[in-house]
T-cell receptor, first 106, second 115 residues
């Protein structure tokens, strides 16, 4: 069993839709990260969370420490949001989810 | 914001040769840098953690003699893939964290192909 589980693995949405990607983890953590990887491979760190909620533009990330669960929301999705979204946690070491491949169709 | 520059972006090399990948923090001092590899359709796998001025810490299963990591200054870490084999072909990416920063900054990655 992976220490970090993401769902869904693949997601296709129409432009403008509200999108949610979920992440559950089974280890003790000091922080949870949401990363965005574009087709060329480059990775951008979107959020680092240890509690509560963070918002940046159309992106919102929440974490529930008791339930060991985090969600990444994208409001008013756009084709340029198409990418792989990776959840990662840091505790004693790094653990990565396998990623959610998002495609937003115009 | 914090920027990490990684070079080269892609490299093709012959089996048996060595390849060096550089990761530089451009506007901050990176006391800690991380090296990852990623196989197609898979997520990142942490290979090693390098701390400036000390030996890198390798994850289980990563050969330290094959993947040489040097973090000689606060702005530069290098990964050298020695005696490369085709199975070393992968996407390698670094990230850095400075003590004063919250998050992690990633390099743009290096696609290595060994022929």
């Amino acid at each position: 069993k992976n220490e970090v589980e993401q769902s869904p693995q693949n997601l296709t949405a129409q432009e403008g839709e509200f999108i949610t990607i979920n992440c559950s983890y089974s280890v003790g953590i000091s922080a949870l990260h949401w990363l965005q990887q574009h087709p060329g491979g480059g990775i951008v760190s979107l959020f680092m969370l240890s509690s509560g909620k963070k918002k940046h533009g159309r992106l919102i990330a929440t974490i529930n420490i008791q339930e060991k669960h985090s969600s990444l929301h994208i409001t008013a999705s756009h084709p340029r949001d198409s990418a792989v979204y990776i959840c990662a946690v840091t505790g004693n070491q790094f653990y990565f989810g396998t990623g959610t491949s998002l495609t937003v169709i115009p | 914001g914090a920027v990490v520059s990684q070079h080269p972006s892609w490299v093709i090399c012959k089996s048996g040769t060595s390849v060096k990948i550089e990761c530089r923090s451009l506007d901050f001092q990176a006391t800690t840098m991380f090296w990852y590899r990623q196989f197609p359709k898979q997520s990142l796998m942490l290979m090693a953690t390098s701390n400036e001025g000390s030996k890198a810490t390798y994850e289980q299963g990563v050969e330290k003699d094959k993947f040489l990591i040097n973090h000689a200054s606060l702005t530069l870490s290098t990964l050298t893939v020695t005696s490369a084999h085709p199975e070393d072909s992968s996407f390698y990416i670094c990230s850095a964290r400075a003590d004063r920063l919250w998050g992690y900054t990633f390099g743009s990655g290096t696609r290595l192909t060994v022929v």
